[in-house]
Each structure stands twice: as structure tokens, then as C-alpha cells.
């Protein structure tokens, strides 16, 4: 069983930064045995896919509506997994949501919500212009 648990949402205005943090409890498996995600989801809509990261860190997918303003990395000797996010804009205003999933190598690339079995309560980020 893993627990994940968000932070760092806020209330920021447009072209600031905010870092969300995702810290997992892994009830004795180690961390890196674990793909990890960032969803989010705005009020309406659907949740989406943010960026994932690889079970040792060493690869990382950022969908293109956040390429070149998110960068999501992890420290698993912390358990441990970041969203930074710089620029934002009124449109990344959602909860944004840490899952976490099983793996068995490093290569997949899973953004699908259903590729995840654990997921965080959400941070909510509100941005202002």
C-alpha cells in the first residue's frame, strides 16, 4: 500500500512559481520500485496529465501544454517527488493531483490515469492575472 501525500498549492499571480511537493509512504517497498505522475484537474474538466518521472529519475515526460515551464523530478532517498512550476499562467489553475504506480523497468512512459493505483488528496494552485 502507498500513501501519497501533496503540498506547496497556493494562491500566486500570473508569471510566478510554485513547487509542489508529493511524499510517499510506501509501507516498506522502496520508492524506486514506483513510476510517479502529476495530474491536475480544473473546476468542469476532465483530470489531465501533467508529467511523469521514472522509477530511478532518470526519465521524464511533461505534456506539451506545460513543456518548458514544469520540470518534475524526484529524490527517492526522500520518498519524494517535485513539480516545479515557473510562469504560470490563469490556465494551470487546477488541484493537481501525485500518483504513483508499480513498475518493473524503467522504459514506460504512463499517462494515462488508469496506469496509476495510488493517488494524493490534491493541492489546489490558484493563479491570478
Known amino acids: 500500500q502507498v500513501q501519497l501525500v501533496e503540498s506547496g498549492g497556493g494562491l500566486v499571480q500570473a508569471g510566478e512559481s510554485l513547487r509542489l511537493s508529493c511524499v510517499a509512504s510506501?509501507?516498506?517497498?522502496?520508492?524506486?520500485?514506483?513510476?510517479v505522475a502529476w495530474f491536475r484537474q480544473a473546476p468542469g474538466k476532465e483530470r489531465e496529465f501533467v508529467a511523469t518521472?521514472?522509477?530511478?529519475?532518470?526519465?521524464?515526460y511533461h505534456a506539451d501544454s506545460v513543456k518548458g515551464r514544469f520540470t518534475i523530478s524526484r529524490d527517492n532517498a526522500r520518498n519524494t517527488v517535485y513539480l516545479q512550476m515557473n510562469s504560470l499562467k490563469r490556465e494551470d489553475t487546477a488541484a493537481y493531483y501525485c500518483?504513483?504506480?508499480?513498475?518493473?523497468?524503467?522504459?514506460?512512459?504512463?499517462?494515462?490515469?488508469?496506469?496509476?493505483?495510488?493517488w494524493g488528496q490534491g493541492t489546489q494552485v490558484t493563479v491570478s492575472s
Open positions: 510506501t509501507s516498506g517497498h522502496t520508492f524506486n520500485n514506483y513510476a
Open positions: 518521472i521514472s522509477r530511478s529519475g532518470v526519465s521524464a
Open positions: 500518483a504513483a504506480t508499480r513498475v518493473t523497468s524503467e522504459s514506460p512512459v504512463l499517462m494515462g490515469r488508469l496506469e496509476y493505483d495510488y
